[in-house]
């Protein structure tokens, strides 16, 4: 897509060749997990494997109980009762979703940690999911954008906006660029924008109660229409991520070194921009704020797969949607009402951000 010229082979920087204090120390220690080509080839397979049975499982196992037999049945077309409708409508179309969502929010965390190079860097923790849950809320309460169609163009467009102006704020000014600075600004511009949008819900009790379960991170009464609304925009960037991961390798090195490289550092940013704020507005438009994936994903897979964004993407792609379906999966059997799916990845999520905050010299990727 022209974003990179051809770059010498093997560009990816290895732990010793990189600045002193320039990796954090899953990165330095990387090695131990990284092996070569084809151990890590068997990790994205294993991985792939566990999100297929993390799938089917989901087909299976819900809050109320339903046969195996008649889950077949519903997949096959031969059952026409109750209970195999609720599978092919509702079961079905959320074990979708939350592929989907699992996708969105872990390659948004890829690129935003890349772009930024910062380890911290997450769609939830930097304002990007609040910037667009409170974009749907606004259109949702004052412009009568009620399915989700209507909603994904404010979901996108709160997240640009979100994401502008968290870059602004932690790449200027005193420290600039460092985690702590596009966290903390992130953070801060996150729950004002979440503020307002909880505003808004509570003085309109009508907007409060069409948006109460996707206000918490809930798949739960998707229907295959929430699929088709989102499933292009989703799959379209996705794949523009995978096409500048090579170039995600050369930005990690630095604005000087990757133009050295032949990379077109703008325009990468650009692109990069561009896939993240798509993938974080239709995430959120569908399924609400989720926290936690992009920052837990990419690290997992920078430490089992190395720091070669080629293979982080990889993994990331096939490991994001077995996490978030596997948390949709305990939501569904841990209580009997069901726990949103965002309460989950928050419980995951949050032993993981203490973890990397506690890390030494976590100043950049």
Same mark, same amino acid.
Request: hydrophobic residues 55%; positive net charge.
């Given at each position: 897509?022209?974003?990179?010229?051809?770059?010498? @082979? +093997?560009?990816?920087?290895?732990?010793?060749?990189?600045?002193?204090?320039?990796?954090?120390?899953?990165?330095?220690?990387v %090695?131990?997990? =990284?092996?070569?080509? %084809?151990?890590? +080839?068997?990790? $994205?397979?294993?991985?792939?494997?566990?999100?297929?049975?993390?799938?089917v499982?989901s087909?299976?196992v819900g809050?109320?109980?339903?046969?195996?037999?008649? $889950?077949?049945?519903?997949?096959?077309?031969?059952?026409?009762?109750?209970?195999?409708?609720?599978?092919?409508?509702?079961?079905?179309?959320?074990?979708?979703?939350?592929?989907?969502?699992?996708?969105?929010?872990?390659?948004?965390?890829? !690129?935003?940690? @890349?772009l930024?190079?910062?380890?911290?860097a997450?769609?939830?923790?930097?304002?990007?999911?609040a910037?667009?849950? +409170?974009?749907? *809320?606004?259109?949702?309460?004052?412009f %009568?954008?009620?399915?989700?169609?209507?909603?994904?163009?404010?979901?996108?467009? %709160?997240?640009?906006? +979100?994401?502008?102006?968290?870059? &602004?704020?932690?790449?200027?000014?005193?420290?600039? #660029?460092?985690?702590?600075?596009?966290?903390?600004?992130g953070?801060?511009?996150?729950?004002?924008?979440?503020?307002?949008?909880r505003?808004?819900?509570?003085?309109?009790?009508?907007?409060?109660?069409?948006?109460?379960?996707?206000?918490?991170?809930?798949?739960?009464?998707?229907?295959?229409?929430?699929?088709?609304?989102?499933?292009?925009? $989703?799959?379209?960037?996705a794949?523009?991520?995978?096409?500048l991961?090579?170039?995600?390798n050369?930005?990690?090195?630095?604005?000087?070194? =990757?133009r050295?490289?032949? @990379?077109?550092?703008?325009?990468?940013?650009?692109?990069?921009?561009? =896939?993240?704020? !798509?993938?974080?507005?239709?995430?959120?438009? &569908?399924?609400?704020?989720?926290?936690?994936?992009?920052?837990?994903?990419?690290?997992?897979?920078?430490?089992?797969?190395? $720091?070669?964004?080629?293979?982080?993407? =990889?993994?990331?792609?096939?490991?994001?949607?077995?996490?978030?379906?596997?948390?949709?999966?305990?939501? #569904?059997?841990l209580?009997?009402s069901?726990?949103?799916?965002?309460?989950?990845?928050?419980?995951?999520?949050?032993? *993981?951000?203490?973890?990397?905050? #506690?890390?030494?010299?976590? #100043?950049?990727?």
């Amino acid at each position: 897509m022209g974003v990179s010229a051809p770059l010498p @082979a +093997a560009p990816v920087p290895s732990p010793a060749a990189a600045p002193a204090g320039s990796g954090s120390g899953a990165e330095r220690g990387v %090695g131990r997990g =990284a092996g070569g080509a %084809g151990r890590r +080839a068997a990790l $994205v397979a294993g991985a792939l494997v566990l999100l297929l049975a993390l799938a089917v499982t989901s087909l299976f196992v819900g809050s109320g109980s339903i046969p195996a037999r008649t $889950v077949v049945d519903a997949l096959t077309g031969t059952g026409t009762g109750t209970a195999e409708l609720l599978v092919r409508d509702y079961r079905l179309p959320r074990t979708l979703l939350a592929l989907l969502v699992g996708l969105a929010l872990g390659l948004a965390g890829v !690129v935003m940690q @890349a772009l930024t190079r910062n380890p911290l860097a997450d769609p939830g923790l930097l304002g990007v999911n609040a910037g667009a849950y +409170a974009a749907v *809320v606004a259109g949702t309460a004052f412009f %009568g954008a009620s399915a989700t169609t209507g909603q994904l163009g404010w979901g996108i467009a %709160g997240a640009a906006v +979100a994401a502008c102006v968290v870059y &602004v704020v932690g790449t200027t000014g005193a420290g600039a #660029r460092t985690p702590a600075k596009l966290v903390l600004g992130g953070v801060a511009i996150g729950a004002v924008l979440s503020s307002a949008g909880r505003a808004v819900t509570l003085q309109q009790p009508e907007v409060f109660d069409r948006l109460r379960f996707w206000d918490a991170g809930s798949l739960q009464g998707r229907t295959a229409s929430s699929v088709t609304a989102v499933v292009a925009p $989703v799959l379209v960037a996705a794949a523009v991520v995978a096409l500048l991961a090579r170039s995600l390798n050369a930005l990690s090195m630095g604005d000087d070194v =990757a133009r050295a490289l032949g @990379a077109r550092v703008a325009l990468v940013r650009l692109v990069g921009f561009v =896939a993240v704020t !798509v993938l974080c507005g239709a995430a959120t438009a &569908v399924a609400g704020p989720i926290s936690f994936v992009g920052l837990v994903v990419p690290f997992v897979a920078r430490f089992v797969v190395g $720091v070669d964004h080629r293979w982080i993407v =990889a993994f990331t792609a096939v490991a994001g949607p077995a996490l978030v379906v596997a948390a949709d999966l305990l939501g #569904r059997v841990l209580v009997p009402s069901e726990l949103p799916v965002g309460v989950v990845t928050a419980f995951v999520g949050a032993p *993981v951000l203490v973890v990397l905050v #506690r890390r030494t010299r976590l #100043r950049s990727l």
